[in-house]
């Protein structure tokens, strides 16, 4: 079955250090995009990439970085230049721009600082 | 950029229907959605609307009206399963953003017995 997996589904960061999120998707999507969920605050984008090897800032870019060197993976590193990471990132992929195609999401990383 | 606006709660009885409104201002406009998102888990796609009108799909349909930058959700003969959040999704211009979703706040669903 195609799908989009996100992994891990919990993480936990200490102050100051970088962490990797997981997104892999098997359905031949084009696009791929990282969302930030924050309770009241709906689903911010962080960033988006409409093909391989090329990927753009969203609204709340700062403090995060991709890359998309397979069609299939589009990683997300929390930075230390983050001041508040704690939220629930959302990964979704899509073909861009087919009408009424919207999104595949994966399941979420609820990721902590502690 | 874009603004989009939805009731922050919204309560029901089982059996009613309730109507979930969204209203959006935006540069470009490619389509508007609706997901539903359960606590803790990824939105699920509801409904999609590009040109005005109504779009019906068994209890939920949409509608919506380009000119006033407005759009509903009205869920029929509700369940307690429908309690839920409730996000209105508009599609940018592929200039502005990828044709990216730019989605509203959420509507939170509490649906009583």
């Known amino acids: 079955d195609g799908g989009i997996t996100q992994s891990p589904k919990y993480l936990f960061r200490k102050e100051g250090q970088n962490v990797t999120l997981s997104c892999e998707q098997n359905l031949n999507h084009d696009a791929m995009y990282w969302y930030r969920q924050d309770p009241g605050q709906g689903l911010r984008l962080i960033y988006y990439s409409q093909i391989v090897n090329d990927f753009q800032k969203g609204d709340i870019a700062e403090g995060y970085s991709v890359s998309r060197e397979k069609k299939e993976s589009f990683p997300l590193t929390v930075t230390s230049a983050q001041k508040n990471p704690t939220a629930f990132y959302l990964c979704?992929?899509?073909?861009?721009?087919?009408?009424?195609?919207?999104?595949?999401f994966g399941s979420g990383t609820r990721l902590t600082v502690v | 950029g874009q603004n989009i606006d939805q009731p922050t709660e919204m309560t029901a009885t089982e059996g009613a229907i309730v109507q979930i409104n969204c209203t959006y201002q935006t540069s470009g406009f490619n389509g508007l959605f609706w997901y539903q998102q359960h606590a803790g888990e990824a939105p699920t796609f509801l409904s999609y609307n590009v040109l005005d009108g109504l779009e019906e799909k068994g209890r939920f349909s949409s509608f919506l009206s380009r000119s006033k930058g407005y759009s509903y959700l009205l869920l029929k003969e509700l369940q307690m399963k429908d309690s839920a959040s409730y996000l209105c999704a508009v599609r940018d211009s592929y200039s502005n953003s990828g044709y990216a979703l730019n989605f509203g706040k959420g509507t939170s669903l509490l649906v009583t017995p």
């Open positions: 979704a992929s899509s073909i861009p721009g087919e009408a009424g195609y919207g999104y595949t």
